[in-house]
C-alpha cells in the first residue's frame, strides 16, 4: 500500500483501485475474400441472315376491262399473302409508276389483248416479254383473245382499231390462264405455285393448248368426239355466259352465246387432269 492508500485508510477511505488495465483487442484476421466462380456467360451464335428475296412482278394492262384484276382482288385478305409473297413493281392501276422497271422483272401478269392498229400497245407488250422471265397471259382477253375476237372496228374515235389478238400471236408465252375472269382461287393458286415452283401445279396452265383462240365448240373437237366426256358438267358450270347446257349427261352448246373465252375446255377434267395435284389439294 503507498502513501496516499495509508492516508486514506487512516481517514476512513477505501484505498484507489488500480485501474483496470483491459488487454488490447486483438485484430479480427479478415476472412479471406472467396471470390465466386466465373461463370461464363453463352453467347447465343449470331442467326445468319436469310434473304428472301422476292420476285419482281409486272402487273401490264392491254385492251382488258380490268375485271381481271378485280378477281385478283377478290381473293380478300389471300391479297395479302399474294403481295406478301411478291414484289409489285409495276401496276398501273394500283401503284404510280407509269412506265415498266428498267432491267427485268420475274414474272409478267398480262391482262388484255393486243389491239395491232395501237402502237403503244404493240411496243408494251414486246417490252413486256424482252424483260420479263415468265411471261402469263391472265385472263380470256390476253389468253385466247375472248370478247376481242368480235372486234371489226370502225368505232368512234379510232375507227381503225379493229383487230385485236390475244398476246401469243405476237410473243411466246409460258402460261395461260383462260376465263372471263379467270375464277380468285386460281389466280392465288397459280401465284402461290409460280412463288413456290410448284411445277406439278403450273404444267396445265403451261400447255399451249391453254392459249390461242378457243370456243365451246372445242368440247366437242376435243372431248366428246373423242368419247372421253363423262358428263360432270364442270364445263355448264365454268362458262360466264351459260352458253352450255346438260342435255342428257352431255353438253349442248350455243354458238350465239359463247364469247370465245376458253373457260370450258381449260375446266374439263378430260382435257387434263393433274391428279397428284388434286390429291394434294383435297386432303
Ligand atoms: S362456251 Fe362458255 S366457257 Fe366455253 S368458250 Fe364459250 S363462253 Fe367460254
Ligand atoms: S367438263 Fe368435260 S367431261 Fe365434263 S361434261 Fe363438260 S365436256 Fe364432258
Known amino acids: ?60 394492262h392491254l385492251s382488258g376491262c380490268t375485271g381481271c384484276l378485280v378477281s385478283l382482288a377478290d381473293t380478300y385478305e389471300k391479297l395479302l399473302d399474294i403481295l406478301g409473297a411478291v414484289d409489285m413493281v409495276y401496276n398501273l392501276t394500283l401503284a404510280d409508276a407509269r412506265t415498266l422497271p428498267e432491267g427485268k422483272v420475274d414474272i409478267a401478269i398480262v391482262e388484255g389483248g393486243v389491239c395491232l392498229q395501237d402502237e403503244e400497245s404493240v411496243h408494251l407488250i414486246k417490252e413486256t416479254r424482252e424483260k420479263a422471265g415468265l411471261v402469263v397471259a391472265y385472263g380470256g382477253c390476253s389468253a385466247t383473245g375472248n370478247v376481242l375476237n368480235f372486234s371489226r372496228g370502225g368505232q368512234w374515235n379510232q375507227p381503225q382499231h379493229e383487230s385485236f389478238v390475244p398476246i401469243n400471236r405476237l410473243i411466246k408465252v409460258d402460261a395461260y390462264i383462260p376465263g372471263c375472269p379467270p375464277a380468285p382461287e386460281v389466280i392465288y393458286n397459280f401465284c402461290i405455285a409460280a412463288v413456290t415452283g410448284d411445277t406439278e401445279y403450273l404444267k396445265p396452265f403451261m400447255a399451249n393448248e391453254a392459249g390461242g383462240y378457243h370456243c365451246g365448240c372445242d368440247l366437242n373437237t376435243r372431248v366428246i368426239e373423242n368419247s372421253l366426256c363423262m358428263g360432270c358438267g364442270t364445263c355448264a358450270a365454268s362458262c360466264p355466259t351459260r352458253a352450255i347446257e346438260m342435255v342428257y349427261g352431255r353438253p349442248s352448246f350455243n354458238n350465239i352465246r359463247c364469247i370465245k373465252c376458253g373457260a370450258c375446255s381449260f375446266a374439263c377434267p378430260r382435257t387434263f387432269l393433274p391428279v397428284n395435284k388434286i390429291k394434294t389439294l383435297l386432303v
Open 1 to 60: 500500500m503507498g502513501i496516499m492508500d495509508s492516508l486514506r485508510s487512516m481517514f476512513g477511505g477505501k484505498p484507489k483501485a488500480a485501474p483496470e488495465v483491459k488487454p488490447e483487442a486483438k485484430p479480427v484476421p479478415k476472412a479471406p475474400e472467396v471470390k465466386a466462380p466465373e461463370v461464363k456467360k453463352e453467347v447465343a451464335p449470331k442467326k445468319e441472315e436469310v434473304k428472301v428475296t422476292k420476285p419482281k412482278v409486272a402487273y401490264v
